[in-house]
T-cell receptor
Framework: GAVVSQHPSRVICKSGTSVKIECRSL??????MFWYRQFPKQSLMLMAT?????????EQGVEKDKFLINHASLTLSTLTVTSAHPEDSSFYIC????????????????FGQGTRLTVV | AQRVTQPEKLLSVFKGAPVELKCNYS??????LFWYVQYSRQRLQLLLR??SRESIKGFTADLNKGETSFHLKKPFAQEEDSAMYYC??????????FGQGTRLTINP
């Protein structure tokens, strides 16, 4: 299958600072990328959907000014957690969908390895 | 709205026993249903999807529109099946919505 790379895998930051998380599709063009948040022992909660070149669509209850999403190219989306607070500490996961070379049929979602954010 | 429910947070069975992980969904349109698996310290990966009607690692899942269910089954569990399993629904705007997940433990 295709590869989605997320960076960094872990980050610790101080309260009030901003943190940027990158999500890259390495061998296919990701027309759509999704950002999820996962609390301990809980499911993945969809935060937002981003299409290349357009503004992200945020799920209800997710602050768009807090979680800035940029999808400037077909292989890169970034999530910036602005003015981070301890309650933003979580596991953030991206996924990407697009047409993978040599793979016919419906598009599949591929997931990054996740980023554990700890705000101290 | 899209909603996926996995009623069991934890499921423990003995090796060789049958396994069924339950999944029910709610969606007004025509859904695509998936099962994803996450092994220890690994990323989420696709196990199977309803449109493929295939068996992966011995697992199968049938979409029952009347009962709005997509239960995952395997006749004989293996220890390497121990993992976290998520049922997911793709509806409008290609959004993939996940259930709460079921942690499956296969006892030797």
């Amino acid at each position: 299958g295709a590869v989605v790379s997320q960076h960094p895998s872990r980050v610790i930051c101080k309260s009030g600072t901003s943190v940027k998380i990158e999500c890259r599709s390495l061998d296919f063009q990701a027309t759509t990328m999704f950002w999820y948040r996962q609390f301990p022992k809980q499911s993945l909660m969809l935060m937002a959907t981003s299409n290349e070149g357009s503004k992200a669509t945020y799920e209800q209850g997710v602050e768009k000014d807090k979680f800035l999403i940029n999808h400037a190219s077909l292989t890169l989306s970034t999530l910036t957690v602005t003015s981070a607070h301890p309650e933003d500490s979580s596991f953030y996961i991206c996924s990407a969908t697009g047409q993978v070379p040599n793979q016919s049929g419906n598009t599949e979602a591929f997931f990054g390895q996740g980023t554990r954010l700890t705000v101290v | 709205a899209q909603r996926v429910t996995q009623p069991e947070k934890l499921l423990s069975v003995f090796k060789g026993a049958p396994v069924e992980l339950k999944c029910n969904y709610s969606y007004s349109g025509s859904p695509e249903l998936f099962w994803y698996v996450q092994y220890s310290r690994q990323r989420l990966q696709l196990l199977l999807r309803h449109i493929s009607r295939e068996s992966i690692k011995g697992f199968t899942a049938d979409l029952n529109k009347g009962e709005t269910s997509f239960h995952l089954k395997k006749p004989f569990a293996q220890e390497e099946d121990s993992a976290m399993y998520y049922c997911a629904l793709r509806g409008g705007a290609q959004k993939l919505v996940f259930g709460q997940g079921t942690r499956l433990t296969i006892n030797p």
